[in-house]
Every structure is written in structure tokens, then in C-alpha cells.
């Protein structure tokens, strides 16, 4: 791509699309939790759960002790539930949908349709706050494997949900965790029986489309022992001035040498170039490695939002058990991030490892901060950090916050870091070889995330690493 | 249940009617946090509230500065002397440098009063302080022999506190080596000096802290420091020993071509917990900032380091390091380390390493297949893990003294 196309491309998926939507009255009170309970015809008992987070979330203070600063958040204005008004009547088959909808996705490039079948990847999208439509559903039934909105977990697979839900993140952990608990609307439920491989890639896709809602979207995975999935997400939202919430809850349960692999490519609209609008993106993801010999593996591409805020953790129970984190995060112009992990080791023998690439160019501010907690009977446990940050220009920050605790003799903790900015040699050297600047930036930056870029599954490597390239646009010369 | 602490004003006598007012106003803003506790991000690994909580009851400021005995001092090389008896300035004889070139001084008058401190402890230690010294070096002046500070505490101070303010002035093109040197009887109490540093153009200041034996004292030491072009400030902390400490430095490189370096090498016993937390302000271009940081943890000790770069925009061409190490012993101990690193230039190179874990079984092996056995082979080891932070000490006499102090220690492990 010609750097003069670069500089014009603006948020390509920054459209908005004119459905009628139902909307939940405005504001953060009981009557709002009653309202999303009824319109998803919720059981008693998951109404009764709402209503407890929403009583412990009039005693949390929203926590401040994060770098990027933002203006106080008006929860009284927002809308807590938005949804397209077709779906009233849900569509039983993708015929029904509303081809509006169909075509928003179209333009997203999201393989909705099953005769995209060959792309192998089971989609179930989220549009501000109702799944429109699940694939491949026949095909995973067969295994047994449930892939289904929450919401419709809930009334059909009551029990799984009841002993799962809230059991890795609890409905009193933190402020937007517990604001999530009381007003989430929906999101996806994936239960893979026992020594069962997923045959494909299960995939979401969220969307945020009215104005002044947040998104407050669940999901919960379960790999129950011997089982393997892996799971993408992926994220955008249309441009507006004002700053829209997203604070989603991801709870992850790994049985007996089970695996979950998550991958996300956040690519939420972060603004314009002055930082007026963007989504505030406060998620809080988590996995419990619960059984023996269990691993669960984070991996994310943080482009867009205004600011990012999110630590996706790694609580390792079972021993044997295994962490991964893989970052990428790029904050270009106003955009700002605090991301990493957390990694708490419980169990013998287990093993973490967090690789984060932090790329800040404009007036960005980039934080990893993360924790690595070796607990005292987490005997022969191993961690090994490496957090590089990469400057480009002297208005941006890159900071890097790591907590390492280790509290017993038989376990290794390493961590390392550093900073600096895009070598001169090599750029000069792509130079030399007839890459424009921009190019060579983009090939030198996209070098630097590579050890990330392979983690994630083919289809999304090619997005991420295009994505890398466009955030970068205009940041040198 | 018995007070905590109960600290009187009016027994600290001969202040002006101001100064009586500001140390009231800062008893105050004291009194209405008290102690730090984990909550504070600064205090996140020592939680200073319940750790005095369980060993202190009815604390009240110390007023006794008695000293009859002799203190033995250093014979291992020529040098100068301070000597302190529990905080207070007592004789100072600066028999090897030239007349008038050194002032060493009782700190009277508090001239910064400064109310904007978001830690409490500098509100306690403005209100409380008593005692403390005020050095400086004259222009073009450079120390023929090191200054030992021995700071001696007298049997009679349990449950008292000791609030002290320092003031150390290098001027231009002067150095000076300051090794403090730690004398306790035994008696339990608490020690809080806010120590402030100011190294001008092309001067040199090494600083090396350590303790004679084991003290039951609780330290808290705070030294903001401001540097000038091309100037040097070295500081070594091997303060083995005590019971609890925490040393909290502020360094700013405020102008080009100033380095600084802070070298620590800690082995920690049973019930010894030590924090040393860093702020490295580098705002020019060209300065360097070297930390490294050793800990040996033996039974239930804590060690923790908390290390900041700060790094300006305009502050490019920055080298600036941090590498903390751990060897623990024991499952018990615990280290618990935050290395951060704030960056806002881009042309610079910021890294930082942290390890921690327990001793080279392969190393282990090695040296006992050549005949040395278990626990000699682990002293060894240990050693030479310290060690490494005596390289940049060019003194020879010094090195040895500090070197048979490690071992010393290492030989009570």
C-alpha cells in the first residue's frame, strides 16, 4: 500500500448501520436489570444473580489506580441494552435475519454465511447485544460440543451455567466486573465434552452499533478434561464523538489436560486523530487452568479502542498446569493502553511464559503491567517474562509496570525488558533494497511482533499483521 | 488495648513560634493516616502499619541522647570521622583534609516546609525531627580520605522513634566518599531519616551504607538527590542485619552527562525484611543510571525492590539499567520485586532483568565433585553471587574491609 493511501485510510469499519432498536430505559437502576432479565426470559435464579452483583456494585468504588486517565463515566446516561428490533421475534434460520444485518457482517468480512464453510470457522456474532446468528451449529452438535449465545445457555443448559458462571471472575471481584455481572446482556457459551477436539475454530464477533450503549457482553468456555478448543474474537465499532463502554467479562475453565486457546484481534474504533471519541475497552478476562496438566493460552492484537484496559489472566490450580500471554499492543495518535497479565501460580510444577510487544508512535501511551505470583506451594513452578516496547517519535510513552512475587526456593522467576526505537541500520537498509519508509516500518514492526503473530490461527495472522501495518499509518517521516 | 503511639510535641523545646506551627500542622496530617500501609502502592510489599503494629506498642519520640562508652572504630583503613549517638550529632574530626574545606553541622532550622508530601512519613519526621546533620564539601575540594558516619544507638531506645533530616552538599568539582556505618546495642526501636543530596557540576559522591551486627532497630530512610552536569552518585547498600529497612531513593539527573548507580547485595535472615525502592529521574540528555540489586533470603526473610526509570522527552541518548536477583533459600522467604520503567524519548536504551529462584544445583555439583563440600560449596557460591557488586569500588582498602564484612556475614548464614 502507496503511503499517500495510508495517510488517507481512515477507520475502515467505522460505518454505522440504520436498524430500529429496542432499548432498555436509560440508566443504571434495578428496574433496567428486571428489563434485561424479562426481554431474555431468564429464570428466577439468574435474575436474583443480577440483582446481588447490582447490590455489591453500589458499595465498589471504581478503581483510578490505572495510567491512562479518563473522564468520569455518566452510567446513569448510558443505554444498557440495545437491540435490533427484528430480533424480537429470533430468526431460526439465517434466511430470517435481517439482510441489513447480513450485509453490516458482509462488510466486516465475517464468514456468517455457511457456504463460506471453507473457511472453517464457526461464528457466532454479537451485535450490541443479542447474538444474531450461530453456524455450523449442526456440525458441532454431533460432537456434542455446545456453541451457543449465553443467553440461550442459560435456559437450556442451566446447570453448567449455574456451576460455572462466576466461579473464575465472582460477581464481587472488581467495579466493571461486577457491572458486568448485573447488566451483561449477551455473548457465548462454548462446553466441550470430554476428550473431544474441536474440529474448527469457534468464532465471535462483536459489534457495537446504537450510540450511548455499552457493550457488556459474557462469555464462558468450558474444556472439560482431555478436550481442545480454540476460540477467536474480534471486535469493531462505528465511529461517534462521544466514548462508548465496553466491559465484557471472559471466564475460561480448563478440566484434566484439557487446552483453550483464545485469541483476540481488538480492533474497536479508537478515535480520531485530536482523540475526540473511541471505545473505552475495561475487559476483564480470566482462566482457572482447574484440572491437572491443563493449559490455557491468551493471545491478543490490541489496535484500536481509546484506551485499553485489560489484564487477561491465568489462575494455575493443577499442577502440570501451563499459562501462556502473547501480546501485541500498537497505540497510535491519542490511544492509550494498560494491558499485560496475570499469572498466579497455585499448583507443582506449573509454567508460565508472557511475551508482550508494546508499539506506541503519535501521543499514544502504551503501559504492560502484569503480575507473576508464585505461590508457596507451587513448588518447581517457572516463569519467564519478556516485554519489549518499541517508540516512534518523542510525544508518545511506553512504560512497563511488572509485579514478581516468589515465595518459595524451587521455583525460577526471569522477566526481562526493554525499550527502544526502530533501529536506523535496518530501516536504512530497506531503504537501500527500494522499501519506502513506511514500508520498511511496517516490515521491521511487523519482524518485532512476529513471535505473537505465529501464535494466532492462519485466518487471523493475515488480519492482524494488515492490521498492524494500517495503525501505523502516518506515524513516521 | 494500648496506644500505638503517643507523640508529644511540647517536649521537643526551642523552636520558634512558626516552626512550633508547621511542625503542629504536619503532626497533623500525620495523625490522620498514620503509618503507611499496603493499600499505599508505595508501601504494596511492607506493610509498615502491621508490621510495627506487631512489634511496637505506646511509641514515643526519643529525647535521650546519652553516651558514655568508646566506640571502636575501623581499623582497617585511614579515615575520618562523624559519630552520632542515637540520631544526634556528637564529635566529628576531620584530622586528614585541609582546614575549612569540609563543614559538618548540627541541622537546626527546617527552612522547606513543604506540605504536599503524599507520604506520611515525611509529615511524622517534619513534625518530630530532632538531631540530623548538615555536610558539605567546598568548591573544587576533593576528600584525601573517606568520612566513616558512625551512627551509634544506646541500649535505651525501645519503643522510641527517632526522626532525623540530613542535608549533604558536594560543591562544584569536590568529591567525597561517606561510608555510614551502623552501631546498634539492643533495643528495639524506629528510625526515620529524610535525607536530601545535592551534587553539582563534576562532583563525585559514593555512598556506601552497612551495619556492624545484628539490630533489632527498624529503619526507614528516604534521600532525594539532584544532580549536576557530569556528576557522580554511587550508592552501596549492604545493610545486612537489620530487622526491618527500607530505603527509598529519588534521584534526579536534572542536568547532561550525570550518572548514578545503586548497588545492593543483602543477605537476609530469619525475620529480616528489607525494601530498597528507586525513582531514577532522568531529565537531560545523556545520562546513565546503572541499579543492581542482590538478595541472598535465608528462613522467613522478605526482600523486595522496587525500581523506577523515569525517562523525560527531552531526556534522549538515556542509558539507564535495572537488574534485580534473588537467590531464595528457603520456601519460607519471599521476593518480591516491581522494576517499572516510565518512557517518554525514544533514542534511548532502557532494559531491565529480574530473577529470582533458588541456588545452581549443576554449580553445586561441580564443586562438590572437586572435593568441597555441601555447605562450603554454598557459602561459595553465595559469595561470589554478591561479590560482583564490590567491582565498581576502585578503593582497594575499602573493597577488603566490605569483602570480609560479606563474608563475616555469609559465615552466621
Known sequence: MKSEELKNQEYKYGFTTDI??????????????????????????????????????????????????????????????????SMKDKPKSLEEVDPKLIETYNKLGIPLNEQKRLSGVAVDAVFDSVSVATTFKGELDKKGIIFCPISEA?????????????????????????????????????????????????????RINASETGQFERTLIIADKGSYVSYLEGCTAPMRDENQLHAANVELVALDDAEIKYSTVQNWYPGDKNGVGGIYNFVTKRGACRGNNSKISWTQVETGSAITWKYPSCILQGDNSVGEFYSIAITNNHQKADTGTKMIHLGKNTKSKIISKGISAGK??????????????????????????????????????????????????????????????????????????????????????????????????????????????GSVG | MEQLFNFKLEKISNFSNKEMLERKKNLNFFLEKGFPNKKDENWKFTDLNSIISKNFNN???????????????????????????????????????????????????????????NNNLYHLNKALTLGGFDLEVKENYKCKKPIIL??????????????????????????LILIEYNICENSKFLKNTFENINI????????????????????????????????????????????????????????????????????????????????????????????KIKNVLENDSIGVYQGKIYVKDIAQKTDAYQLSKAL??????????????????????????????????????????????LHKAKKLLINGFLNEIFENIPEKKIKNFLEKCMEYQIDRL
Open chain 1, 364 to 473: 499514544a501511551d502504551n503501559t504492560y503491567r502484569g503480575l507473576v505470583d508464585i505461590g508457596s506451594k507451587a513448588l518447581n513452578s517457572r516463569n519467564y517474562t519478556q516485554c519489549d516496547s518499541l517508540l516512534m517519535g518523542n510525544k508518545c510513552g511506553a512504560h512497563t509496570v511488572p509485579y514478581i512475587r516468589n515465595k518459595n526456593s524451587s521455583s525460577t522467576v526471569e522477566h526481562e525488558a526493554t525499550t527502544s526505537k526502530i533501529n536506523e541500520d535496518q530501516l536504512f537498509y530497506c531503504n537501500q533494497r527500494g522499501l519506502n519508509q513506511e514500508e520498511a516500518v511496517s516490515l521491521i514492526v511487523n519482524g518485532f511482533c512476529k513471535e505473537v503473530l505465529q501464535q494466532l490461527p492462519m485466518e487471523f495472522a493475515v488480519e492482524a499483521q494488515k492490521l498492524v501495518s494500517i495503525s501505523l499509518e
Open chain 2, 200 to 291: 553539582e557540576k563534576n562532583s563525585i559522591l559514593k555512598n556506601i551504607s552497612i551495619q556492624n551486627n545484628k539490630c533489632n532497630g527498624y529503619f526507614y530512610k528516604n534521600i532525594s538527590g539532584v544532580q549536576g552536569y557530569n556528576s557522580s552518585y554511587q550508592n552501596f547498600l549492604l545493610t545486612s542485619g537489620l530487622k526491618f529497612n527500607k530505603v527509598d531513593v529519588n534521584i534526579s539527573l536534572e542536568k547532561e552527562n550525570s550518572n548514578c548507580f545503586i548497588l545492593s547485595g543483602l543477605n537476609l535472615n530469619s525475620g529480616e525484611h528489607q525494601e530498597i525502592k528507586t525513582k531514577i529521574n532522568h531529565l537531560a540528555p545523556n545520562c546513565k543510571s546503572y541499579q
Open chain 1, 154 to 206: 442459560i435456559q437450556k443448559y442451566p446447570e453448567l451455567v449455574k456451576k460455572y458462571l462466576g466461579s473464575v471472575i465472582p460477581i464481587s471481584d472488581h467495579y466493571f466486573a461486577t457491572l458486568n455481572s448485573a447488566v451483561f446482556t449477551d455473548g457465548s457459551f462454548v462446553y466441550i465434552p470430554p476428550n473431544t477436539k474441536c474440529p474448527m475454530e469457534l468464532s465471535t464477533y462483536f
Open chain 1, 20 to 85: 430500529d432498536n429496542i432499548r432498555a430505559p436509560r440508566g443504571l437502576k434495578e428496574e433496567t436489570i428486571h428489563f434485561i432479565s424479562k426481554i431474555k426470559k431468564e429464570p428466577k435464579w439468574m435474575l436474583e444473580w443480577r440483582l446481588k452483583a447490582f447490590k455489591r456494585l453500589k458499595v465498589l468504588k471504581e478503581p483510578n489506580w490505572q495510567k491512562p486517565k479518563y473522564p468520569k463515566i455518566n452510567y446513569q446516561d448510558l443505554y444498557y441494552y440495545s437491540a435490533p428490533k
Open chain 2, 328 to 373: 531464595i533459600l528457603n520456601d519460607l522467604a519471599e521476593f518480591n520485586a516491581k522494576p517499572e520503567l516510565e518512557i517518554y524519548a525514544d533514542d534511548v536504551k532502557c532494559s531491565h532483568g529480574s530473577t529470582s529462584g533458588s541456588i545452581d544445583l549443576d554449580a553445586i555439583h561441580y564443586l562438590m565433585t572437586r572435593g568441597i563440600e
Open chain 2, 59 to 117: 511509641i514515643t519520640n526519643n529525647l535521650d541522647f546519652k553516651f558514655e562508652k568508646k566506640i571502636d572504630y575501623i581499623q582497617e583503613f585511614e579515615h575520618n570521622s562523624i559519630v552520632t549517638v542515637n540520631g544526634s550529632l556528637k564529635s566529628s574530626d576531620m584530622q586528614f583534609e585541609d582546614k575549612g574545606k569540609i563543614k559538618i553541622d548540627n541541622l537546626v532550622s527546617l527552612e522547606e516546609f513543604s506540605l504536599h508530601s
Open chain 2, 150 to 175: 558512625y551512627n551509634y544507638f544506646t541500649s535505651k531506645l525501645d519503643n522510641k522513634i527517632i526522626n532525623n533530616s540530613n542535608k549533604i552538599k558536594l560543591n562544584q568539582n569536590s568529591e
